[in-house]
Structure formats: structure tokens, C-alpha cells
């Protein structure tokens, strides 16, 4: 006697899986920004979590991995405005000035300020850490800005030889001294923030523009 097949249980368990990681990297990004690397613990995360210590390893295999992952978490609130889907949306000077105003909101706010001390700290006595977190965000977020770089180049809009040295320069720019203000407490004055990004897209532009070129 045949009987109807039995739903799969890995599959119905799915949904539960995502909800229980969006958990955890919720409670570990939250401890990781408040408290730094080292005061994170496992077993408070997975409290945090409602979830069980063995559950956190199964989906992380361990902290450092799942500092890894909570990096990147953070970083995607900055990795839409690469997005090559909105490339065509407004111009390349809108663009590159959404995209600048965007990276100095994001660095400029006191919990990131609070983690990049934390860890730059941390990393003294543990360099591996310092490489964890630029591989998960900040080398991460230049290859992604560089492919919207070049994307930009290939549809005609930039002239550019090398994407990676193009975006490093515009991210140093956009920055300027109020990177260092914000780092020792200084607050910048958000009108100069805006006067400095507009000016080093006008610099970006006149330098990589096939327009500005031509004018010269």
C-alpha cells in the first residue's frame, strides 16, 4: 500500500534556520559594536539570541567567524548604494555624491566610531582580528565600489585605468580631516562634511570624467 511522501524536514525547517541566524548576528553585531571583540562571549550572544550556545557554532562554526559575519552585516548598509541595478539611476555626479554622502554618514556614526577604537586596540595584541574585520568590511566594500567604478567606465561615463586606485582616492577625499575629527572626538561640522564631499567629486570628475577631460 502506497502512502503520500512525508514533507522533507530540512526543508520545512528552513524558515527557522534563517530566523534563528538573523538572531544570532543580530545579538552578536549589537555585543561586538558595544563591547568590543574580546568581552563578546559565545554563550551571552546565544543568550541574547534565544538560542542555544551548540546552535550559534552549527551556523558560525566560531567567534571569529561570526564576527566575520557581523561585519559584513554592518557593511551592507552601505553596499546598496554600489549596487550595479542602480547604476543608471541619476548622474554619474549625483551618483558619486549620494554614495559619498552615504559612506561619511555611516563611518561618522559614534557606535562605529566606538567599534573602530575597540578594535584597532585589539588588534595590537591580535592582528588576525584586524585582517578578519578589513577582509569582512572595508577591503570588501572597496572591491564592490571599484566594480561600480568600472561598470561606470564600460557604460561611457568615467575614464578609468584602475577602478581600485580611482575608488581609494575618492573614499580619502570624501573623508578628508574630519575622518581624523571624528576619531579624536572633534565633532565636524556636518555644512563643511557636504562642502568637502562636493568638492572631491568635482576633483573625482575633472580627473576621470571623458567630459571634464575633453574640456581641458
Known amino acids: 500500500m502506497s502512502t503520500a511522501p512525508r514533507p522533507s524536514s530540512r526543508r520545512a525547517g528552513r524558515p527557522a534556520d534563517r530566523a534563528k541566524r538573523a538572531a544570532i548576528l543580530e545579538a552578536a553585531t549589537r555585543s561586538f559594536f558595544d563591547h568590543g571583540f574580546a568581552a563578546t562571549s559565545i554563550e ?55 554614495i559619498g554622502e552615504a559612506m561619511v554618514a555611516f563611518l561618522a556614526r559614534p557606535e562605529m566610531i566606538r567599534f573602530e577604537h575597540r578594535i584597532a586596540a585589539e588588534t595590537e595584541s591580535d592582528p588576525d582580528l584586524g585582517r578578519a574585520f578589513l577582509e569582512a568590511g572595508p ?57 568637502r564631499i562636493e568638492r572631491a567629486v568635482d576633483v573625482f570628475l575633472a580627473a576621470y570624467s571623458p567630459e571634464e577631460s575633453a574640456s581641458l
Not at 564600460?154 to 576619531?183: H, N, T, Y
Open 139 to 195: 577591503w570588501r566594500m572597496k572591491t564592490e565600489f571599484a566594480a561600480f567604478l568600472e561598470h561606470a567606465a564600460e557604460a561611457g561615463e568615467l575614464l578609468i585605468a584602475d577602478p581600485a586606485i580611482a575608488a581609494e582616492q575618492f573614499v580619502s577625499m570624501c573623508k578628508g580631516m574630519g575622518d581624523l575629527d571624528r576619531r579624536f572626538g572633534a565633532r565636524p561640522d556636518p555644512q563643511e562634511s557636504l562642502q
Open 44 to 98: 551571552q550572544v546565544a543568550a541574547d539570541a534565544g538560542v542555544s550556545k551548540v546552535t550559534v557554532y552549527n551556523h558560525f562554526g566560531d567567534k571569529r567567524s561570526l564576527f566575520a559575519a557581523s561585519v559584513d552585516r554592518e557593511c551592507d548598509k552601505m553596499r546598496g548604494h554600489f549596487s550595479i541595478s542602480q547604476a543608471g539611476e541619476g548622474t554619474i555626479r549625483e551618483r558619486l555624491r549620494t
